[in-house]
């Protein structure tokens, strides 16, 4: 091969940025012949920057070394410069801190072509001492020395490692802006594998935005991209943006093989990332001094001014001023609920942490990873220079910071860190207008803060899958429960009802998925679970495999296209007070493992605290047990004397006691707390009779509620849809006595109502009732479900629905009870029904007797029918059976 040969296709940047393994082969064949020292040198260079992306870091430094002697001894200063300083950078990402960087400072290079490389490596040396300020001054000048022309195939890998520098920096759009134009600049030049960076590099951005459904899938699309060594990289951004949306178990599953340990030998940094990342995981088990020792162990293994030690020690202080108890699970045997809470943190040892290392420090994120980090650029540089090494992720302590340490910012810091201390804290660090926030938030001053963070918009992918949007905007459910936290100290009910709010899940799905791939893998799950169902232990197996799929499939690219929905959030407390009517709202807060009731009535607000969180699920868990053997009893013909009242009495004293001067008599809009998700309100003595919606947020009911006013179809206009599963035997029972009293209603009923038909006859119908066998899953409550003869249809299945009916009814076991995701958002069948449209849902949170049910569900009908309110028809004949009104009943 030619020395001309070695150039590549057009350039040999393009070569490793294309395909590393053809570079490869390419230095090969010309170091395999003869070649003056030029072209050996820069055959050399070409082959460690194949052997970095091959991830043999130590062949790559000896390689380089290699390049830069050859070049020296034959007086070629340009390309000992090139080599040197891909060297050094080399050593700046493995953890050798400033020393690296130190020495690219005192090289210095004759040509301007090595210039360029030069500065480059400099700014990444300087971003991996979370110097980012300097960073983008030194890729400024980089790209300022560039020759368009002949140098244009550095230019995106120089425009990447910018724009991730300027996202760490604030700089949001910029980020944006350069990362759009080195995505452009590596698809003209045909640049695959530096695409697929690029696309990394998005998603980190995406995550820093708050946008966990965009970030998914340029990490997904990365994935494709990029060669195999660099997948551990995607994967490992991709599980930390998985766990700075709450979902653990997700970002567990996809770390699989990473788990690394300190003082393995092992020192590169995906090694660290993916130790960092599992001390994290420790940590959102309960496992805080677990969690603590490996983080020491990681910060041990580094030089004392490197990134990573600084991340490490961020784990770590988080690990130590956190004390997480494990999940408790409670309720019934399928959808019960639990929660992770966490002990109260001072303020001060918060203030006295974040002081030395800034507050963008004190709240960086430890999911950097600079050996394959979202910004690594892979392009050689004149005979194959491997420029451009990776912008490390998260900051350590940044001189030139926006966000000033005060007292003040530190401290609204140490509450805004302690409201999410379970995902990874890169999600914490403040952006401009959330620092400014902040202070107001410090200051005292709700509304302005609140204010601070509508003033920008959110940049949000819509999703059309409700477990999806209750894993979004992490960011801001992360200020939301800083400021709610300080308004409950204060005593302002009216600060912190607009915080829990805000919160809260207020938009609905974008509309239906109609992506074929997810269908078919839920078309499976459902015959794998008709098998199973019928005894199948391979079927059980693939059941679990699939269930552990559904959820990560939900990011596909066909439900990442919609365009934005919703507009600006006003305060809400006003809007309540004012159609609440008569009524009360009754909004439990969980705050950093502390329970509190906030009241709105006749006008009035009031904080109620509440007794610990333990002693109100263990309550609930004792009413939801005797509740069930009360009614397995009454199934089995034995009759006798049972808990419930007991147990009921007990739960009234810790939920409603505390309340009840506030509330009165009133009927009641509730929106529960994790533990009390599957709770029969209707079994407590003073909700006996009363009409109560169950909903999840406050802003949810006000919308279910214009839903019912603007769809009010009652009596002989409205459209009825009855529907019976095969079994058991009483649901073709129940809808025969049920047609008999309206027969206008459309009926599927018998062995051939499949999924396909039901959801059909919901789309058309006003009101809906389904009587057939249900089923609920803690670990997956999307697959909550009611059988018909095809299978279940899922609360997945919900989601494909273009329109929901005003009313539901479903007459089964279990499916009313909701298990909330990390974000409090409420998961499964009812909540779905809700979230695609519906106006209310009448489901059950208990075993329903197939034997007793019917003629109380032909009461609620009539009574419906007669024009009565869902929540009064379910209280006057639904509620002992233990089901709930959820909605604007």
């Known amino acids: 091969m030619t020395p001309g040969r070695l150039d590549g296709v057009s350039h040999p940047v393009t070569l490793v940025a294309r395909d590393p393994d053809l570079a490869r ?208 990289g995607v994967r490992l951004d991709h599980a930390d943006a998985l766990l700075a949306a709450g979902m653990h178990r997700e970002a567990e599953r996809l770390l699989g093989g990473l788990a690394v340990h300190a003082g393995s030998g092992r020192d590169s940094a995906e090694a660290a990332t993916a130790g960092l990342l599992h001390a994290k995981m420790r940590l959102a088990r309960g496992d805080a001094q677990g969690a603590r020792d490996l983080a020491r162990r990681l910060r041990r293994a580094f030089a004392a001014d490197s990134l990573w030690t600084e991340l490490a020690r961020l784990v770590e202080w988080s690990a130590r001023h956190s004390a997480f108890p494990p999940p408790r699970s409670t309720g019934s045997r399928s959808a019960r609920s639990g929660s992770v809470a966490g002990a109260g943190r001072r303020a001060a040892e918060c203030a006295a942490i974040a002081a030395p290392i800034g507050a963008d420090a004190a709240a960086a994120g430890a999911r950097a990873r600079p050996a394959v980090s979202a910004s690594e650029v892979p392009r050689p540089r004149q005979g194959g220079e491997h420029v451009g090494e990776p912008t490390p992720p998260a900051p350590a302590a940044p001189v030139d910071a926006d966000w000033s340490a005060t007292p003040e910012t530190t401290t609204a810091l140490a509450h805004c860190v302690h409201a999410a201390p379970l995902g990874p804290l890169s999600a914490v660090l403040p952006s401009a207008h959330e620092a400014a926030a902040l202070r ?147 909004r439990y807060l969980r705050v950093h493992g502390r329970d509190a009731a906030i009241t709105l009535a006749g006008g009035r607000m009031r904080v109620h605290p509440l007794p610990p969180p333990g002693d109100t699920e263990d309550a609930v868990a004792k009413l939801a047990y005797a509740a069930r053997a009360r009614v397995f009893a009454e199934e089995g013909g034995r009759f006798r004397r049972d808990g419930v009242a007991a147990a009921a009495a007990a739960v009234e004293r810790l939920l409603v006691g505390p309340v009840r001067e506030a509330v009165g008599d009133r009927s009641l809009v509730v929106v529960p707390p994790p533990s009390a998700q599957a709770l029969p309100w209707g079994l407590l003595p003073s909700m006996r009779g009363r009409e109560i919606s169950v909903v999840p947020s406050g802003r949810s009911w006000l919308a279910c509620r214009e839903r019912g006013e603007g769809r009010a179809e009652r009596g002989a206009g409205a459209r009825v849809l009855l529907a019976a599963g095969a079994a058991p035997a009483g649901a073709a029972a129940e809808v025969d006595a049920l047609r008999a009293a309206l027969p206008r209603a459309r009926v599927l009923c018998g062995p051939r109502v499949c999924v396909d038909d039901v959801l059909g006859g919901l789309e058309e119908a006003d009101i809906a009732h389904l009587a057939a066998h249900g089923s609920a899953s803690w670990q997956a409550p999307m697959l909550a479900g009611v059988l018909l003869e095809d299978g279940p249809l899922f609360a997945y299945d919900v989601e494909r629905l273009a329109r929901a009916p005003r009313v539901t009814v479903l007459s089964s076991c279990w499916v009313g009870g909701s298990v909330p995701a990390a974000s409090g958002a409420p998961l499964g069948m009812a909540a779905s029904l809700l979230a695609v449209g519906g106006g209310a849902v009448v489901a059950g949170v208990l075993p329903v007797s197939d034997r007793g049910i019917t003629p109380a569900m032909l009461a609620f009908h009539t009574a419906l029918h007669a024009g009565a309110t869902p929540a009064g028809a379910v209280a006057e004949h639904l509620a002992d059976a233990g089901f709930i009104c959820y909605g604007a009943g």
């Open 25 to 232: 082969q390419c230095a090969e064949q010309v170091l395999s012949g003869d070649c003056d020292a030029a072209t050996r040198s820069a055959a050399l260079r070409m082959l460690a920057a194949a052997s970095r992306e091959s991830g043999q870091d130590a062949a790559a430094e000896r390689l380089l070394r290699q390049s830069a002697a050859v070049a020296a001894r034959v007086g070629d200063g340009e390309r000992a410069a090139h080599a040197r300083a891909s060297r050094l950078g080399l050593l700046a990402l493995r953890g050798s801190g400033g020393m690296a960087a130190e020495s690219l400072a005192r090289l210095s290079a004759a040509a301007a072509s090595a210039r360029a490389v030069l500065l480059t490596h400099q700014g990444v040396a300087a971003a991996q001492r979370g110097r980012f300020g300097a960073a983008v001054a030194g890729f400024d000048s980089a790209l300022a020395a560039l020759d368009r022309e002949t140098d244009r195939h550095l230019l995106p890998g120089v425009l990447s490692n910018r724009g991730l520098a300027l996202m760490y920096e604030g700089r949001s759009e910029e980020s944006a802006a350069d990362l759009a134009d080195a995505l452009r600049h590596a698809d003209e030049h045909g640049q695959s594998c530096l695409r697929g960076v690029t696309l990394q590099n998005l998603g980190c951005l995406a995550v820093r935005r708050g946008d966990i459904a965009h970030a998914v899938s340029c990490f997904a699309a990365a994935e494709h991209l990029v060669p195999p060594q660099r997948r551990p």
């Open 440 to 586: 107001a938030l410090a200051a005292g001053d709700h509304g302005s803060a609140r204010d601070r963070l509508l003033s920008r918009p959110e940049h949000t992918t819509p999703a059309r899958h409700l477990e999806l949007m209750a894993h979004a905007r992490a960011r801001r459910r992360e200020m939301a429960a800083a400021g709610a936290r300080l308004a409950l100290r204060a005593g302002d009910a009216a600060a912190a009802l607009e915080w829990a709010e805000f919160a809260s899940l207020s938009t609905v799905p974008s509309g239906p998925c109609h992506d074929r791939e997810w269908s078919a893998l839920l078309d499976r799950c459902r015959r794998a679970h008709v098998r199973a169902h019928g005894g199948d232990p391979a079927a059980r197996q693939e059941l679990s495999a699939i269930a552990d799929r559904l959820s990560a499939a939900q990011w596909h690219p066909e439900c990442m296209a919609a365009e934005d929905v919703g507009g600006p959030e006003h305060p809400v407390a006003a809007t309540l007070a004012e159609r609440l009517g008569e009524r009360a709202l009754v």
